[in-house]
């Protein structure tokens, strides 16, 4: 199957979140497909490009403009489109994709987050895939309760504009994702809408027996779910990620305060080990 990959940016080096999903997307379909990546300008490293050159059949890389922003902005403002389309929503992105479609060469479109969704919005054929990844009008309701002033009332109009257009590409698109129930439930009950989870690779974090075997598994767990996060990254940790780590990568990772503090001398002797 020949697939056309939309993503809003280069996914390598994967140092968002949503990166880290499209690179790992491109790596598994390359194995049975021939995928041609569209996305905005990377940041122009030779060994990036390298990266994915190995996955990809064909990849094409649009300049994101100051200019072609300013654009899209103000077209999407007053059409009462979301501003995180919008923004994005330039004319030479516009032109490449209307390019590729039109050669009529690809069997299936797969469009990463909601943003990116305008490209291919209008097209009945070839079949329409879009990964949400994360809810975006949930993420800017749980703003507009942490932000004051004009910013929360941009928030709110934001989130709702947002709400009303992923429903939107659910009753239009042939199948849809998102990485966890909640942000289904935030967006709502439609039938070709699944949760795609995100995953551990065990290879590159297998197990290790922890260095302070001696300390109780359940503390290690509470350092964990109190950062709510797998210590040392900044993307939200899944369930099953927390349970997987939380009784060695705490003790594996210089940022994790628990281990400094109350087992600081077996800290000190691995940290000297290591080096």
């Not at 491109?26 to 497909?33: M, V």
Request: with cysteine.
């Amino acid at each position: 199957m020949r697939i056309l990959f939309v993503a809003a940016k280069f996914p390598h080096p994967p140092l968002r979140g949503y990166q880290v999903r499209a690179y790992h997307q491109l790596r598994l379909l390359s194995r049975r497909h021939q995928v041609t990546l569209v996305c905005f300008s990377a940041n122009g490293r030779s060994a990036d490009r390298s990266v994915a050159s190995r996955l990809c059949e064909e990849i094409v890389v649009v300049p994101h403009r100051t200019a072609g922003m300013i654009s899209g902005l103000c077209g999407g403002v007053l059409a009462g489109r979301p501003m995180q389309t919008a923004v994005h929503e330039t004319p030479a992105m516009r032109s490449e994709i209307g390019r590729l479609l039109g050669e009529k060469r690809h069997d299936l479109i797969h469009v990463q987050l909601a943003r990116m969704a305008w490209c291919v919005e209008r097209e009945s054929w070839p079949p329409r895939v879009i990964d949400f990844v994360d809810a975006l009008s949930l993420n800017f309701q749980q703003r507009s309760r942490r932000d004051r002033g004009l910013l929360r009332l941009a928030d709110r109009l934001e989130a709702g504009r947002l709400l009303r257009y992923e429903r939107e590409i659910c009753r239009s698109w042939d199948h849809a994702t998102v990485v966890s129930p909640v942000d289904r439930s935030a967006i709502g009950d439609f039938p070709n809408l699944s949760v795609s989870r995100n995953g551990v690779d065990l290879v590159d974090y297998a197990f290790r027996v922890p260095v302070c075997s001696w300390l109780a598994p359940a503390r290690a767990a509470k350092c964990v779910r109190s950062r709510g996060s797998i210590p040392g990254s900044r993307s939200k940790a899944s369930s099953s990620g927390r349970r997987f780590t939380s009784s060695d990568a705490v003790w594996r990772s210089p940022r994790c305060g628990l281990a400094r503090g109350s087992c600081s001398k077996s800290w000190k002797r691995w940290r000297a080990a290591r080096r």
